[in-house]
């Protein structure tokens, strides 16, 4: 499994799919919609079905055992 540290760079959250994309786990947003609608992205262990979640630092995102990302400031 891919293991990623994003930095927000001083910024205070980044959205779920806007972060998917921007890491290019996704090629596009609607991929990055349909895998949070079927459940294949979790935070912190639970699934995340917001698309717009806003990820704050120390937040863990997993998507299907394919990367794990780990969002800090």
Request: a positive charge.
């Amino acid at each position: 499994m891919k293991e990623i540290v994003f930095s927000l760079e001083g910024a205070p959250y980044i959205e779920l799919d806007k972060l998917l994309k921007l890491l290019r786990l996704v090629e596009s947003g609607g991929q990055a919609h349909e895998m949070i609608a079927q459940g294949l992205v979790t935070r912190g262990g639970t699934v995340e079905t917001r698309k717009r979640a806003k990820l704050r630092p120390a937040d863990c995102i997993e998507l299907q055992g394919c990367a794990r990302v780990l969002i800090t400031e």
